[in-house]
């Protein structure tokens, strides 16, 4: 007859297990070594016969030698040669790992003592994503969050960090030697794991992991005619010129003058410390965003949102919902969305320069009086479904942990 434990039961007969394991094992690097002194004296024995019986193969061996060490010594042509085979190397990996989704590869990192790496696999289109998706708006989901580390599976309480998307938790430790996470990266998890802001582990952070193999293949296809190696920042040059290609392969036009004072506009929502570059996860999260507004629906967002999430949204719309009737206006709605990023932006200035620009740019903003309100159709009642609807892809681009501003901006 079986027996039911609990969690912890389970982790403290695995650590038991793990103890013995680990004193028997002790126990075999105590034993003195097996006694070969009695071969290692025969094989000695036998080397000077060996070697006096058969003259002429050591003639035969040592003129192979020759032959290899000359053919080993590359020319001239091989060593100007190996420079470009090695940066081909290097793009081919950085291809490799941008199509499994683990993104940026850290060149600093001491990867001696690493744990595996986590196998990314890419979600699947069913057949049912664009069919709408009922949730309620009274019934609050409030998922606890793991017990045990979702690395190293063990439990120890208070030091671990959860993540503010999913339910998962991490040791700090366990990050650092996975070596998803720089050091400055890991002192701000410790600083906000803990907090209203708290933060988004490595799979909910890249955004990227959210696109299907062939929507990846299609942004892929997009990066290398426009000659973008992955993993490497761009300037402002490179961010107009890659938009140029994308408008002339869309549209068979060149971006116009207001086009183009958009898109450095985008910049600067995408460097909002002023580097004069965007970091590379940056970029492919922006791009990642554009490419689910293209292909997928609104439900099909929705689907992608986790319980957290659901969670946080019911609040904003209930904290927003003052007559308790289930509608808000349209105002209110856009000022929800923004909500997302105020939050996690520290400085409020650029997250109000790029918010001013998501989505249709409405001629009144939600501080406006009621009269200027109704001219411009911002009193229009809004239900919750489709305020979870409207709010799905920005709820999204507010998972990452950068306070770069990662949604589409119109053209």
Known sequence: MGVLMSKKQQVEKVQKCNAVVSAFQAGLKDRPPPAKQADGEAEEADGPAKTSANPEEKNTEESEKEDTDNSAGPSTSQQASAPSRDECKVNQEAWSRLRDGKGVEPEDLDKTHQLTPPAFVRPKREADDDQPVEVELEKKEQPPNDEMCDVCEVW???DL???RICTRVFHDGCLRELGYLRAEALQEMRDTAHTVTGWSCYY?????????EEEMYSLMETFKQCKIIPESCLVS???LQYRHFVSKQQFDKDLTDEQEEEVLAQFAALDPEKKGHIEWSDFLYFESLAMLRKFRTENSMMRLLTAKERDKAR???LGLDLDKDGMITR???RQAQQSWFHNLNKDSQSCNVSISQ???ICESSPGSSDSERSKTGESRSVTWADFLKESAIYVLAARPNSSAMHIHLPL
Do not use: H, K, Q
């Not at 909910?204 to 299907?212: E, I, V």
């Open 156 to 158: 120890t309480a208070d």
């Open 358 to 360: 998501v989505g249709p």
């Open 331 to 333: 105002a209110e709605c």
């Open 237 to 239: 040059d490179e961010l």
């Open 315 to 317: 609040s904003v719309f």
């Open 204 to 212: 909910c952070d890249n955004l990227n992991l959210l696109l299907t």
């Open 161 to 163: 960090y959860p993540c």
